[in-house]
Nanobody, 125 residues
Framework: QVQLVESGGGLVQAGGSLRLSCAAS????????MGWFRQAPGKERELVAR???????????YYADSVKGRFSISRDGAKDTVYLQMNSLKPEDTAVYYC???????????????WGQGTQVTVSS
């Protein structure tokens, strides 16, 4: 029912910035968490950031330690789009980045029901 499409990946030098976008084909349930995962060659898929909507219209955010202070997750409710702003990029950030949606707000990829196709981010040294 819900289809997610990522965009905004590319090649950038270390210290640069990129903004990833995740557009949904339809509205996900209001209680769903939206997350950004990444998977580098030879490594497991890991959670980068997630955002959960609260009952009062606010939100709760989580970031992996490796990206705290550099990445930020946000949403545009009118467009049903989630963004990942990535600043001060490092070569270690190179990976395929995936948008995901799930009901429980966890950190494991198995907890998410819907996935985008992924977008490549490459950071050169």
């Amino acid at each position: 029912q819900v289809q997610l499409v990522e965009s905004g990946g590319g090649l950038v030098q270390a210290g640069g910035s990129l903004r990833l976008s995740c557009a949904a084909s339809g509205r996900t349930p209001s209680s769903y968490t939206m997350g950004w995962f990444r998977q580098a060659p030879g490594k497991e898929r890991e959670l980068v950031a997630r955002i959960t909507w609260n009952w009062n219209g606010g939100s709760t955010r989580y970031y992996a330690d490796s990206v705290k202070g550099r990445f930020s997750i946000s949403r545009d409710g009118a467009k049903d789009t989630v963004y990942l702003q990535m600043n001060s990029l490092k070569p270690e950030d190179t990976a395929v980045y995936y948008c995901a949606a799930g009901p429980y707000g966890g950190s494991d990829y198995s907890q998410y029901d819907y996935w985008g196709q992924g977008t490549q981010v490459t950071v050169s040294s």
